[in-house]
């Protein structure tokens, strides 16, 4: 059974840096799509960035140039580079690993910037 687990978040200062990791296991089928989405209290779960198997990235305008994604197909996994985070980037951010088949997302980790 597939399982998406991330890591990595916690409590920062503005200014500051973390970052995320996320594991698909359970497979060793290779995912078109893996990225991230958050989704802070009262707002809807938005995408913040892509890694397709081709090596294909992309990013939300309100994290391009501070987030970076990075990810090892052998392994399944992705990992988001989060600096000069904002008190407005606090949110649970998610895992999503995807193919046309299939489309399994994580638990959510939490993310909390601080002014």
């Known amino acids: 059974q597939v399982q998406v687990v991330e890591s990595g978040g916690g409590l920062v200062q503005a200014g500051g840096s973390l970052r995320l990791s996320c594991v698909a296991s359970?497979?060793?089928?290779?995912?078109?799509?893996m990225g991230w989405y958050r989704q802070s209290p009262g707002k809807q779960r938005e995408w913040v960035a892509t890694?397709?198997?081709?090596?294909?990235?992309n990013y939300a305008d309100s994290v391009k140039g501070r987030f970076t994604i990075s990810r090892d197909n052998a392994k399944n996994t992705v990992s988001l580079q989060m600096n000069s985070l904002k008190p407005e980037d606090t949110a649970v951010y998610y895992c999503r690993a995807r193919s046309p088949a299939y489309d399994y997302w994580g638990q959510g980790t939490q993310v909390t910037v601080s002014s």
């Open positions: 890694s397709l198997s081709d090596g294909f990235t």
């Open positions: 359970g497979t060793t089928f290779r995912f078109n799509f």
